[in-house]
Structure formats: C-alpha cells, structure tokens
C-alpha cells in the first residue's frame, strides 16, 4: 500500500512537471462535447485523479476486507482459547480429584496386608 501511494506521488509531480512545460491550450471535443481553448494539462490532471480516487478506493476496500477478516480471526482465537482454559479447569479439577481418591485410598489400606492397591487411572 506504500508503494502505491509513493508513486502515486510521483505521478502527481510528473502531471505537475507536464503543466509546467505545456501551458498553450487546444480545443477539444469529447462524447459530442467542445471545449474551445482547453489547457492541456487539464485532461492529463483529470485523468490522473480518476484512476488515483479509483485506486485509493481499491486499497480502502482492501483495507475493510482485511479488517474484517481479522476481526472474525480474533474471534476464532478467543472461542479456542475459552476451550482451552475450560480444559485446563478441567484438567486440575480432576487432578485435585484423582489425588483425593488416592488419598482416601491410601488411608483405608490395611497396614500389614499384602493386598495389590487399585490402580487409578
């Protein structure tokens, strides 16, 4: 985008350069229209800002399109990362329970017995 208006620029300066040297006029006709003593310079400068407002309105549209695709992406983001704090609760809740268990299952064992503890997964 940069770019483009870097040149943009430079063309500006090259319309600006073509004014200059070319003051004299000429008379001209366009779509059934006369115009009698016309600098020249006039029809390379509307020229110039149609296909400039075009291209600006390109980027501009470029831009919203970007913006919006990027709105929806932090969306995206924020949605997984909710999922992924909910599994991490998840996670140390079961954890806490799983180490409970074990707990309460360490504390009924029998001392002297020579029973297997259950396994826990």
Same mark, same amino acid.
Do not use: C
């Given at each position: ?41 006039? /029809? ?66 029998? /001392? ?10």
């Amino acid at each position: 985008m940069g770019v483009v208006l870097v040149l943009l620029v430079v063309i500006f300066f090259l319309v600006g350069a073509f004014a200059v040297e070319n003051g004299g006029g000429a008379s001209m006709s366009f779509l059934g229209y006369h115009l009698p003593n016309v600098s020249l310079w006039v /029809p390379t400068a509307i020229a110039v800002a149609a296909v400039s407002a075009l291209l600006l309105v390109y980027m501009l549209l470029g831009g919203i399109k970007g913006g919006v695709r990027s709105v929806a992406s932090q969306h995206r983001t924020r949605e997984h990362e909710d999922a992924v704090n909910e599994l991490r609760a998840e996670n140390l809740r079961l954890r806490e329970e799983n180490a409970a268990l074990r707990v309460r299952v360490e504390s009924h064992a029998e /001392p002297g017995s020579s029973e297997p503890e259950p396994k826990l997964s």
